[in-house]
């Protein structure tokens, strides 16, 4: 059964850092590209980043580029998103969402992990 | 930036027909995806590549695409299938991801 379950989300102050992680199991992880999506409370989802299987290519929404970093250890099955800056608008649940490329989609999903800003 | 464009909302009776559009300039060079999410659930893929329906969901989904404009139709709504709706899609570079603003389906 593939599993993502990410964890490292919490309460942090403005200007501060989080990293979250994503442990996947049940598939092949390091064939996957793998994306970070988020949900602001009440709202819609937001693609946030993508790093292909290898980390060879690696994409930012703007609004988070600069500030946020993706990477992966496919020793570990992890996936990563280091959160700098952080701002009240940042403020979601972040989840974690896999590509199997068979649909070209985001084929699996974690249930999140909340990240609140607040002073 | 570029956005994709859902009506906020639409609501069917039970087994009607409940049909949610998404609007985008790059929808014709660039499949579109449909999730289904639940409240407090992920998101599920039920329509991928504009039209395919993956392993597992119901075939009363379908997708089509026209243009600027795909379309996720649901025959026979049940009332299980409740939920907001979003549509996906990658911009004209292929670079980044883009989701609609989502549309909730009310089933009366």
């Known amino acids: 059964e593939v599993q993502l379950v990410e964890s490292g989300g919490g309460l942090v102050k403005p200007g501060g850092s989080l990293r979250l992680s994503c442990a996947a199991s049940?598939?092949?992880?390091?064939?996957?590209?793998m994306n970070w999506v988020r949900q602001a409370p009440g709202k819609g989802l937001e693609w946030v980043s993508s790093i292909s299987s290898s980390s060879s290519y690696i994409y930012y929404a703007d609004s988070v580029k600069g500030r946020f970093t993706i990477s992966r250890d496919n020793a570990k099955n992890s996936l990563y998103l280091q959160m700098n800056s952080l701002r009240a608008e940042d403020t979601a649940v972040y989840y974690c969402?896999?590509?199997?490329?068979?649909?070209?989609?985001?084929?699996?999903w974690g249930q999140g992990t909340l990240v609140t800003v607040s002073s | 930036s570029y956005e994709l464009t859902q009506p906020p909302s639409v609501s069917v009776s039970p087994g009607q027909t409940a049909r949610i559009t998404c609007s985008g300039d790059?929808?014709?060079?660039?499949?579109a995806y449909w999730y289904q999410q639940k409240p407090g659930q992920a998101p599920v893929l039920v329509i991928y590549k504009d039209s395919e329906r993956p392993s597992g969901i119901p075939e009363r989904f379908s997708g089509s695409s026209s243009g600027t404009t795909v379309t996720l139709t649901i025959s026979g709504v049940q009332a299980e299938d409740e939920a907001d709706y979003y549509c996906q899609s990658a911009d004209s570079s292929g670079t980044s991801w883009v989701f609609g603003g989502g549309t909730k389906l009310t089933v009366l």
């Open positions: 790059a929808l014709p060079k660039q499949y």
């Open positions: 049940g598939f092949t992880f390091s064939s996957y590209s």
């Open positions: 969402a896999g590509e199997t490329g068979t649909t070209g989609g985001f084929d699996y």
